[in-house]
T-cell receptor, first 116, second 114 residues
Framework: AQKITQTQPGMFVQEKEAVTLDCTYD???????LFWYKQPSSGEMIFLIY??????QNATEGRYSLNFQKARKSANLVISASQLGDSAMYFC?????????????FGQGTTLQVKP | KAGVTQTPRYLIKTRGQQVTLSCSPI?????VSWYQQTPGQGLQFLFE???????NKGNFPGRFSGRQFSNSRSEMNVSTLELGDSALYLC?????????????FGSGTRLTVV
């Protein structure tokens, strides 16, 4: 069965430092997509970054990068130069298949707190 | 452009009642999905609609239903509410499917069943 595992319920990071949020996944599909979302206390899910299973390069979006290790089935999110506004819940999610489905499977999330 | 709009933002209902939640996707988006978020179960997929057709359904009882209109707006309905239905219900839209941009989510409707 498809599964996303985030083993860090909570993380602390000092402002301006980098932090890595862990995500491992399990799927038997060869084609899949991996996403990271940020959920502030307001509740809205904000898309951060995407990695396709066939992408050879690690995805980057500004201060966000995804450390994709396909053989280990891991897709860790790296946030560089943390800011106070980064304090939120972070979810790793997977879409199976080539993209003709809207079903995303989410991990349990990691709460990140950035300290001034 | 306007984002995904969910109404109402907050709702309190009594056990046994029914409720209808509304979602207006981003203009031009034809795919709408619904998710339930609870502290215990996390984020769970409810169903997905594309061009007024249900394309995918999660593992929820038949009390949970949805529909999509010709303008892509979607509603979900929960009948015979139970205390366990208290949750944040999130709607998300995309042009066709998540693709590389994922879904754009709304701010959710927080439902409390008392």
């Amino acid at each position: 069965a498809q599964k996303i595992t985030q083993t860090q319920p909570g993380m602390f990071v000092q402002e301006k430092e980098a932090v890595t949020l862990d995500c491992t996944y399990d799927t038997s599909d060869q084609s899949y997509g991996l996403f990271w979302y940020k959920q502030p206390s307001s509740g809205e899910m904000i898309f951060l970054i995407y990695q396709g299973s066939y992408d050879e390069q690690n995805a980057t979006e500004g201060r966000y990068s995804l450390n994709f290790q396909k053989a280990r089935k891991s897709a860790n999110l790296v946030i560089s130069a943390s800011q106070l506004g980064d304090s939120a819940m972070y979810f790793c999610a997977m879409r199976e298949g080539s993209g003709n489905t809207g079903k995303l499977i989410f991990g349990q999330g990691t709460t990140l707190q950035v300290k001034p | 452009k306007a984002g995904v709009t969910q109404t109402p933002r907050y709702l309190i209902k009594t056990r046994g009642q029914q409720v209808t939640l509304s979602c207006s996707p981003i203009s031009g988006h034809r795919s709408v999905s619904w998710y339930q978020q609870t502290p215990g179960q996390g984020l769970q997929f409810l169903f997905e609609y594309f061009s007024e057709t249900q394309r995918n359904k999660g593992n929820f009882p038949g009390r949970f239903s949805g529909r999509q209109f010709s303008n892509s707006r979607s509603e979900m309905n929960v009948s015979t509410l139970e205390l366990g239905d208290s949750a944040l219900y999130l709607c998300a839209s995309s042009l066709k499917a998540p693709g590389v941009y994922g879904y754009t989510f709304g701010s959710g409707t927080r439902l409390t069943v008392v």
